[in-house]
Nanobody, 115 residues
């Protein structure tokens, strides 16, 4: 059974840093495309960052240069390092996996930014 569990959300001051984690079970992250999305209430879920199985990362325009997606194969986990956080980054962040053509989501972790 595929399962994604996010952690690391919380309150962060504007300009500060936060690191989110996504621990996977039921599949191996290294052979799948893993992504982080975020959603603000009333708005569509948007891609924040993605990491392919061969290590190619892509980022949403609003986070380029500030956020970094990474993977720890030994821990079967994916991370999102958030630096220079802005008030506009406040959202629920979701981990996503594309596994054998199926889409899997975690329950999300809330990031709140204080200005």
């Amino acid at each position: 059974q595929v399962r994604l569990v996010e952690a690391g959300g919380g309150l962060v001051q504007a300009g500060g840093s936060l690191k989110l984690s996504c621990t996977a079970s039921g599949f191996i992250v290294v052979v799948n495309t893993m992504s982080w999305y975020r959603q603000v209430s009333g708005k569509q879920r948007e891609l924040v960052a993605g990491l392919t199985s061969n290590g190619v990362a892509n980022y949403g325009d609003s986070v380029k240069g500030r956020f970094t997606i990474s993977r720890d194969n030994a821990k079967n986990a994916v991370y999102l390092q958030m630096n220079a956080v802005e008030p506009e980054d406040q959202a629920v962040y979701y981990c996503h996996a594309r596994h054998f053509g199926g889409d899997y989501w975690g329950k999300g972790t809330l990031v709140t930014v204080s200005s």
